[in-house]
């Protein structure tokens, strides 16, 4: 008898331990979700409170919203307009560097408002100089750009360089002074100063002796590679007539008996004339990127798109006045509110503990 009440007491045990842990889960979960269920009441309890306080001082917040528009649009339509103009360009013999130093000079005397040194720099009137209200230049360049540098970079290199070189690697240490193209941006009161102002800007790089020097020679090197090449084509235009005369004497000569060419020297002249024939394409296309850079080398600084002849008024709404007034008011009266609420708050909780 005894043997046959063991298992019935472990089966028990066993069905015990499962349900209190089956019950320890369950307790678990209603702890987490009724955990979960008080952080989203607190949270709506938030917004409620918030609505509640909104709508008891309702009234005040729209006298302060009104106030703010009608200030912030007498103080927009008494400023003087600000006008932005744009310019692109494309610096050539490293003078990047010298362009962003020039127009962060001019950046700070407009920032100190120094209007005779701008308008000595500009040769300008001082009042047109004082207008001007910020000088700033960036770089402007997209992925494809990116890749196309880093293209040109890697050609330069020889085969055991280029293998090391991570493309990741240069994106990464892609500054603004890599890219190729460079946009200025003048604001300034007056929408013409800017066009009048193009000119000096560019004049003070390219007058720079060592950049004339490096134009210079750059373009010796491209007249010079251009006299080669074409050197190159009336040599290899003699040769394509010699190997015509000569295949022209083969063909004339009596057939004295079966010759047979086995392999590629049967039309070895044939070979010599098509390799000929690729290199003519070669040195023309040479040539076509010879011209190209000649174009783009042609000045130290390119103007890919000059000054508007009138700047455009910046209307960009979050900086206008009849914004920010009308924010800055409602933040004040909601933080003077908050403290009033929470002063009222403090005193009846004193008030509370006391009792």
């Known amino acids: 008898m005894s043997e046959n009440v063991q298992p019935n007491q472990n089966n028990g045990s066993e069905e015990i331990d499962l349900g209190q842990l089956f019950k320890l889960i369950g307790d678990g979960f209603r702890k987490f979700f009724k955990f979960i269920g008080d952080i989203i009441k607190g949270f709506f309890g938030l917004i409620i409170g918030f609505m509640l306080f909104i709508q008891k001082h309702i009234i005040k917040f729209v006298i302060a919203g009104i106030i703010g528009v009608v200030i912030g649009g007498y103080l927009d339509y008494s400023k003087v307009p600000v006008y932005s103009s744009t310019m692109v360009l494309e610096p050539n013999f490293q003078s990047v560097q010298q362009l962003y130093n020039n127009i962060n000079f001019y950046g700070e005397l407009a920032d100190a408002k120094d209007s005779v040194a701008l308008a000595e720099a500009f040769s ?99 007249t010079l590679q251009d006299s080669i090449l074409k050197r190159q084509l009336v040599e290899i235009d003699s040769l394509q007539g ?55 080398k042609s000045e130290i600084i390119n103007v890919i798109s000059d000054f508007p002849r009138r700047g455009v008024e910046v209307k960009n709404v979050f900086q206008r006045y009849m914004f920010l007034v009308p924010v800055a008011l409602l933040g004040l009266l909601l933080l003077a509110l908050s403290l009033l609420e929470l002063n009222k708050f403090l005193k009846t909780y004193n008030a509370q503990q006391k009792s």
């Not at 880093?150 to 990464?172: C, G, H, P, W, Y």
């Not at 004295?256 to 070669?282: F, H, M, P, V």
């Open 124 to 222: 300008i009137s001082p009042s047109e100089a004082g207008s001007i209200k910020s000088i700033e230049v960036e770089s402007y360049s997209d992925e494809n750009q990116k890749i196309q540098l880093f293209d040109q970079f890697v050609r330069s290199l020889d085969t055991t360089t280029q293998k090391a070189i991570d493309m990741e690697k240069f994106l990464n240490n892609f500054n603004s002074f890599d890219a190729r193209f460079h946009t200025v941006v003048v604001k300034a009161t007056d929408n013409k100063v800017a066009k009048k102002i193009q000119g000096p800007i560019i004049k003070s790089i390219s007058n720079n002796d060592y950049f004339k020097i490096q134009k210079n020679i750059r373009q010796l090197n491209l």
């Open 242 to 296: 010699l190997y015509k005369r000569v295949m022209e004497k083969e063909a004339n000569k009596p057939m004295t008996g079966t010759n047979i060419s086995l392999g590629e020297n049967g039309n070895s002249e044939q070979n010599k004339e098509l390799a000929l024939i690729r290199q003519i394409d070669k040195i023309k296309q040479d040539l076509v990127d010879l011209n190209q850079e000649r174009a783009n």
